[in-house]
Nanobody, 117 residues
Framework: QVQLVESGGGLVQPGGSLRLSCAASGFTFSTFAMRWHRQAPGKERELVAGIASAGGVTTYGDSVKGRFTISRNNAKNTVYLQMNNLKPEDTAVYYC??????????WGQGTQVTVSS
């Protein structure tokens, strides 16, 4: 069955860094675009970053541009989110998302990121 398992979340001080990972299984990972979304308490889920299936094209939300980097390793069926210079407003549950042809849309369970001193 399809699985997306996020890891790497935790508590970090402002200005710190974290690297999230999302391990995929149960589908042809290399043909899916991958995205990271996040949802903070009381707020709507927002797109953080996206990467095309072959990894050549990336997009970022305005609030994370220049601080976050999305990447993927199709040989390992894994997508990453490197988060630098973290701010308290980055606190949220981060979700991994796989999409293909607007038909297939898979989500992970999420990993908590808390930025606090």
């Amino acid at each position: 069955q399809v699985q997306l398992v996020e890891s790497g979340g935790g508590l970090v001080q402002p200005g710190g860094s974290l690297r999230l990972s999302c391990a995929a299984s149960g589908f042809t990972f290399s043909t899916f675009a991958m995205r990271w979304h996040r949802q903070a308490p009381g707020k709507e889920r927002e797109l953080v970053a996206g990467i095309a299936s072959a990894g050549g094209v990336t997009t970022y939300g305005d609030s994370v541009k220049g601080r976050f980097t999305i990447s993927r390793n199709n040989a390992k069926n894994t997508v990453y989110l490197q988060m630098n210079n973290l701010k308290p407003e980055d606190t949220a549950v981060y979700y991994c998302n796989a999409r293909h042809s607007d038909v297939y849309d898979y989500w992970g369970q999420g990993t908590q990121v808390t930025v606090s001193s």
